[in-house]
């Protein structure tokens, strides 16, 4: 959102970068009444359509939230932000958020509010939100831009609050430098210190729900040693819907081959999951052969923080040590199928070396069923990398078929050929 504007925005913009560098000579009135007020307006609406001075604002911390109705990722961070809010209330943090909306009319704008519990810039203020997309250069949504109370130096705003709200939740509060390092130095020895049970069990419970287990319960323990697969998804994620039948199919595929060679660690999955309702995890979960976590465990969203889970579906992929080996099970699971197993770094090395292998015997070009265009063979080391096939609608990576022209990029093994062609090799 790169916007243009004339004096008026300038002047607000001044205002703007002037509270930020603490110049008192330019700014009369408090800061963040500089910032979020203007000539005819030293107000904001709360979500009940009553006003609240802008200089009530003073003391707390401040988050400036650009996001949109017609946006489906600020929908979904919408939830998670509000979540954290209100925890933050609940613990009488001064903490407030400010709406800066980037819909297109009043009543997506008003659709889109009703869900917010916190403060907003009048819609019909065009000018003001426009001036503080440009100086805090919001070219994506949705956006969290933390001001601290007493801050006067612009390093001392922070433009990362969404990814810091997903990573930490409240324990972000209150955005500072020093808490933020404090809690990588906590994460980092968390991620050295974790196992198996310090990640699934918690004090009332040392048990996974299974489903061909007598009593419907696994205990943890019982996963020391193996490779593990953490899923988190949901019933109402699409994608993660679709991913679930090819997961089975490789887990089962994983399973047999293990059980054909003695002596070789064994393989488990456990779903961690975001369903809205118990009703939708038991259905969801009734699908897969595999252990989950109960609905509603608190470990859940530990996890999701942990693993800095962003988006699902995702396969994040345990040693038999407990340790991390990937976040990027799913991605794996579609390049190499049951071949990525154990998924560690010296398999994966194999696989690509095959796969470069493979790669000289294709065709440099295709033409596919799905595109009018030429494809280009592609790898990592060219013009190709990490990729949503346009055919299957799965996460890709290595080699490819690209359209140079517009981008279209398909997995090698999902071309469907039309015409000759072409010549054969990398």
């Not at 990722?73 to 919408?78: E, I």
């Not at 009488?92 to 907003?120: C, G, H, I, K, Q």
């Not at 890709?396 to 398909?410: H, I, M, P, R």
């Amino acid at each position: 959102m790169n916007f243009e504007g004339g004096d008026r925005e300038d002047k607000i913009i001044n205002q703007v970068e002037a509270a930020l560098n603490g110049d008192a000579e330019k700014v009369s009135t408090s800061r963040f009444t500089s910032l979020l007020a203007s000539k005819d307006r030293d107000y904001l609406l709360s979500p009940t359509g009553s006003q609240v001075k802008v200089s009530d604002l003073e003391g707390h911390v401040v988050g400036l939230y650009f996001s949109a109705n017609w946006y489906s990722p600020c929908r979904n961070f919408n939830r998670v932000l509000s979540n954290a809010y209100e925890q933050l209330k609940t613990n009488r943090s001064n903490f407030e958020v400010v709406f800066v909306s980037a819909d297109e009319d009043l009543s997506a704008f008003s659709s889109y509010y009703s869900s917010m519990p916190w403060l907003t810039i009048p819609f019909s203020d065009l000018e003001s939100k426009k001036a503080l997309s440009r100086k805090f250069d919001v070219e994506d949504i949705p956006c969290l831009i933390i001001l601290q109370p007493d801050g006067t130096k612009e390093e001392e705003v922070l433009h990362n609050g969404v990814e810091l709200v997903h990573r930490y939740g409240v324990e972000a509060f209150p955005f500072t430098r020093e808490r933020l390092e404090q809690l990588e130095r906590e994460e980092k020895e968390k991620h050295e210190n974790q196992t198996i049970t310090n990640l699934l069990s918690s004090d009332d419970r040392d048990y996974l729900l299974g489903r061909h287990s007598t009593t419907g319960q696994v205990p943890v323990a019982s996963l020391v040693g193996k490779t593990l697969g953490l899923f988190f998804s949901a019933q109402w994620c699409l994608p993660g819907m679709k991913f679930t039948p090819k997961l089975t199919s490789i887990y089962h595929k994983i399973k047999h081959a293990i059980s054909q060679r003695p002596g070789v660690e064994d393989f488990e999955i456990v779903y961690v999951s975001s369903d809205r309702d118990r009703a939708s995890f038991d259905s969801y979960f009734a699908l897969m052969p595999w252990l989950a976590l109960p609905f509603g465990d608190p470990n859940i969203r530990a996890l999701t923080r942990h693993f800095d889970v962003q988006s699902i579906p995702c396969l994040v992929i345990l040693g038999p040590d407990g340790k991390t080996v990937t976040k990027h099970g799913r991605s794996l699971i579609n390049l190499y199928q049951e071949n990525a197993y154990p998924f560690t770094e010296a398999r994966l090395a194999s696989l690509h070396r095959q796969m470069d292998e493979e790669a000289k015997g294709l065709p440099k070009s295709e033409f596919h069923a799905g595109h009018h265009h030429e494809l280009t063979l592609v790898s990592d080391c060219t013009s190709g990398g990490p990729f949503i096939c346009c055919d299957c609608d799965e996460q890709g990576s290595g080699w490819a078929y690209q359209c140079l022209e517009c981008g279209y990029e398909v997995h090698t093994k999902c071309v469907r050929a039309v015409g000759g062609a072409l010549t054969v090799g990398p």
